[in-house]
């Protein structure tokens, strides 16, 4: 029998050592999956810990709800676009509301059981008030009409669009509305959003168009800003641009923001990851004020990856205190538990876009910021060649959309668990927590009792995964090389806890404890 974990990881050796790969030379990112598969080789898939990815849809479920919800839909969906009848929601005005509604009704009675079918329909009567209770806050009105069309016209469930989905202003509402909970922020609007295939698009869309693919704004030889240890992507990215970096460091308590208040040259760009991956602390309020301010003096503009805001009751961001000069990328993937979706966002306010337009005025022929990040994350190139392909498309947003305004029950079990998680895991190793969630980051060697600190970290990863089932990501790559050079980092790891158990957290910690200990 195939056995399918190891059919969907299969991977070759990195490098002809015994081990197959060097935790010094490759991306950690081409090492998992390769201890994955070193771990199927010896272990049932129900008894490996697996702490090594990041995107929560391998261990849990995003809203029950939401995509209960969604399967009706798409039931609806195959009588208002019906290739049988030729009928078409788009084509129909006000005057067919009562018989759209008809429809709906005795579609979801046909298909439904009775108890189902109600739940459905007042499932539906939810969503659409919520959707006109965020358009009065954004001083619009929008009608019945408008929501059943936005939802089905052109078959936007089923993928029937490619060029901005005809539901992506019902989406954006739905979006600026929770933003607006979350930042604590009433001016927040639709139009501030860009919808992104995922916040990978958004960065590699920035990088893309400051650098020499777009307008030259981050040259060889300029000076940013970045969160260490940071997301590894990152470092490679400003590495392989030859950029010179200011580290604004999240592990070292008291001495964050040494660096950049010392800087002297020029920052052009602050990469701010907050909470931080893969640390999982965030900065206070005193110290991204201290950011804000800095970004000032250098005029640097700051981008805020805030994927992992939501975790935190008392998050502080950089975007408070320096809106026109930040771009906030978030999205659905962590918090809602559907990194498949591939859909975030970049926040640019109307104060963002007027202060960006100017600021790189000299560089872009676009009309405005906006537009050249448009055409910026189109493939190919930053002159928006192929921006028609460039949509989140339509299934993931009205989705996603349906995990945001229906999943805040699920959502709120699912964030206590990882609580808990963090817990089990970092109290059974006997570790400090430091009030990170979803990651930890620590050092093997720091293992109270441990006998293998002579061990290099490529036989340490091999044995966990091959004798005990456990599969960490080696993390020495997620700090800048500078900081690799000062202090060795060659033992680190990452740990990501919200695809198991709090169970399983506390039974991966004891196994590595005992593998370090024995």
Known sequence: MLNTHLFFIMSTPLCDNEYGFSVAEHNPFFIFPYLQQLAAKHWAAGEILDLSRGDPGLGFCPSGRGRAFFSFLMAIDTVLNSNQTGFRIHRKGESAIAEIEHMIRTEAERQFAPAVAAEHLETLEEVIAKLQGLAKEEGCEISRLDVLQGI??????????????????????????????????????????????????????????????????????????????????????????????????????????????????????????????????????????????????????????????????????????????????????????????????????????????????????????????????????????????????????????????????????????????????????GLQRNNAMYYGLFDLNEVAGSNKRDVSIDKKLHDLAVKHGVVLIPAMKFFSEAAQIAVDKSQFVRVSLPNLTTEQATEAAKRIKIYLTS
């Not at 590699?204 to 300029?222: H, I, N, P, R």
């Not at 909470?275 to 003096?297: F, H, M, S």
């Not at 026109?324 to 970049?346: A, M, Q």
Request: hydrophobic share 40%; aromatic share 12%; proline share 5%.
């Open 152 to 429: 089905f016209q052109r078959s936007t469930l089923a993928g029937g669009s490619y060029h901005t989905p005809w539901g992506e202003p019902l989406v954006k509402l739905a979006i600026a509305g929770m933003y607006r909970d979350v930042l604590h922020d009433d001016t927040i609007r639709s139009h501030d959003l860009i919808f992104t295939l995922g916040v990978n698009d958004a960065i590699g869309t920035l990088f893309k168009m400051l650098g020499k693919e777009g307008f030259g704004f981050l040259q060889a030889g300029d000076t940013v800003a970045a969160s260490t240890p940071a997301y590894s992507p990152y470092f490679n990215e400003i590495n392989k641009r030859g950029l010179n970096i200011v580290e604004i460091p999240s592990d070292v308590p008291g001495d964050e923001l040494t660096q950049l208040e010392q800087t002297a040259e020029r920052i052009k760009v602050i990469f701010l990851i907050s909470p931080n991956n893969p640390t999982g602390v965030g900065y206070d309020d005193e110290q991204v004020k201290k950011i804000a301010e800095i970004a000032e003096k250098h005029d640097a503009l700051i981008i805020t990856d805030e994927i992992y805001a939501q975790f935190y009751a008392d998050f502080q961001t950089v975007w408070q205190h320096a809106k026109k000069r930040t771009l906030r990328l978030c999205g659905r993937s962590k918090i809602e538990r559907s990194p498949g979706l591939r859909f975030g966002d970049v926040l640019i306010t109307d104060e963002a876009n007027e202060y960006l337009t100017a600021y790189f005025k000299e560089y872009s022929e676009a009309p405005d910021f906006r537009t050249q990040f448009m055409w910026s994350k189109a493939p190919g190139g930053t002159f928006a060649s192929f921006q028609h392909t460039a949509a989140v498309p339509g299934p993931s947003q009205i989705l996603g959309m349906l995990h945001v305004l229906l999943g805040a029950d699920e959502q709120q079990g699912y964030v206590e668990m990882v609580d808990a998680n963090m817990n089990a895991f970092f109290g059974e190793l």
